[in-house]
């Protein structure tokens, strides 16, 4: 079998309605699948007012908005229409990207028609209670979590770090590596722009510590401002500029108001904003792999960044940026307070994860996706299936 045989029916809670990197890196594995002659049919929420146009075919399914978070969709069933536009799909491969009610049922569908299923993670969703005061929560999305995956033939994770802690969580045996890829033509140091950042009321020689990401507040916007504060106690001269959107926009302005928000972002304009950054702060533990990280490192930006998955498997701590403990204020404005006052050590750290980043082209990474698929359904073929929950310990 080859990659122009396979019909790949993929499942997103999110393929095109608001813009992340998850969803992103979803749709360029589309389109290479589709440039090598595979068939691909996405299943996912749609809303009248997508953030971009989806690469391939993409059928609605039903969904409503999330409560506090008009922006997201909860998807709440597969619809019978869909139901009979898979079986004429007739795929040979499923994947699914979301762990929601949707996901589940998406399994249950491909394990009752004999169709491998591949789980890709995108983001440490248990994580996500403590932001909000639920953090008791955690061991029981865990829990569901670790039961649909346990479903699944293999998953695959952005990064060697998260492919470890799902291990560690036990939520499948097979676990590869889907890592991402940049675009070495709109991320480069050539992209700053020094009259950009002068429009913005920057100046030349102001050291401008930078936020790439959706606001809100699991990326770590309290860390951040906690951190800012520090280094303005401290004396440290610095400029903070903010590229994104999000529901928590009103409260990152509101907690640094000196900040300078450049809003949303995207294709070559994103490059410059990021490029004319001199540090990159992203203290969130919440990725799976850090795309930011990744397009700052590419731009021979240094990256500061909260010691979790993703960014372990990214920033060599003292070599192209620093690794911090999660949420430890005072150590990550010392290390922020070195770059700002030594040019040195910041350019040659900028310098290596430039290098890091060439390391990463979408192309070969996307590649091994499509051989897992092949090497699932070969497995299928053969007569082997999901290891039993059971066998797991």
């Known amino acids: 079998m080859e990659i122009s045989d396979l019909r790949i029916a993929l499942y997103s809670g999110n393929y095109n309605f608001v813009r992340d990197g998850a969803n992103q890196a979803l749709n360029r594995l589309a389109e290479y699948l589709l440039r090598q002659g595979a068939a691909v049919r996405v299943y996912s929420p749609t809303t009248d007012t997508p953030a971009f146009e989806p690469t391939g075919d993409l059928i609605s399914v039903p969904s409503f908005a999330f409560p506090g978070r008009g922006e997201y969709r909860f998807p709440t069933h597969i619809s019978g229409s869909a139901k009979r536009d898979l079986a004429e799909f007739n795929p040979n491969i499923m994947q699914i990207s979301s762990p929601d009610r949707v996901g589940h049922k998406m399994v249950s569908w491909a394990r009752n028609h004999d169709i491998p299923v591949l789980a890709s993670v995108h983001t440490r969703f248990e994580t996500y209670p403590r932001y909000y005061n639920l953090a008791f929560l955690e061991p029981v999305i865990e829990a569901i979590l670790r039961r649909l995956y346990r479903r699944c033939d293999a998953l695959v994770a952005p990064s060697e770090s998260m492919a470890q802690v799902l291990r560690e969580q036990r939520m499948n045996y097979d676990v590869g590596i889907w890592s991402r890829?940049?675009?070495?033509?709109?991320?480069?140091?050539?992209?700053?722009?020094?009259?950009?950042?002068?429009?913005?009321?920057?100046?030349?020689?102001?050291?401008?510590?930078?936020?790439?990401?959706?606001?809100?507040?699991?990326k770590g916007l309290d860390v951040f401002a906690d951190t800012i504060d520090e280094l303005r106690r401290r004396g440290v001269k610095h400029r903070i500029l903010v590229i994104g959107e999000g529901p928590a926009q009103q409260w990152f302005e509101d907690r640094i108001p000196s900040a300078v928000f450049a809003g949303f972002q995207q294709g070559s304009d994103l490059g410059r904003g990021v490029a004319s950054m001199d540090i990159l702060f992203n203290p969130s533990v919440t990725e799976t792999f850090g795309n930011v990280t990744l397009e700052a490192m590419a731009c021979g930006l240094p990256v500061v960044a909260a010691i979790a998955t993703g960014s372990q498997s990214l920033v060599k701590d003292n070599e192209s940026g620093r690794l911090v403990t999660p949420g430890a204020i005072r150590d990550f404005a010392d290390v922020l307070q070195v770059y700002c006052e030594n040019d040195a050590i910041r350019n040659a750290h900028g310098a290596a994860g430039e290098k890091r980043a060439d390391e990463f082209s979408w192309d070969q990474i996307n590649h091994t996706v499509a051989e897992t698929y092949l090497r699932l359904i070969r497995q299928r073929q053969s007569g082997q299936s999901p290891i039993k929950q059971s066998a797991i310990r």
Do not use: Y
Request: hydrophobic share 40%; with cysteine; net charge negative.
């Open 181 to 218: 890829g940049v675009d070495k033509e709109i991320f480069n140091p050539s992209r700053c722009d020094l009259a950009w950042r002068q429009s913005l009321g920057i100046t030349d020689d102001e050291l401008v510590i930078g936020f790439l990401g959706r606001l809100v507040m699991e």
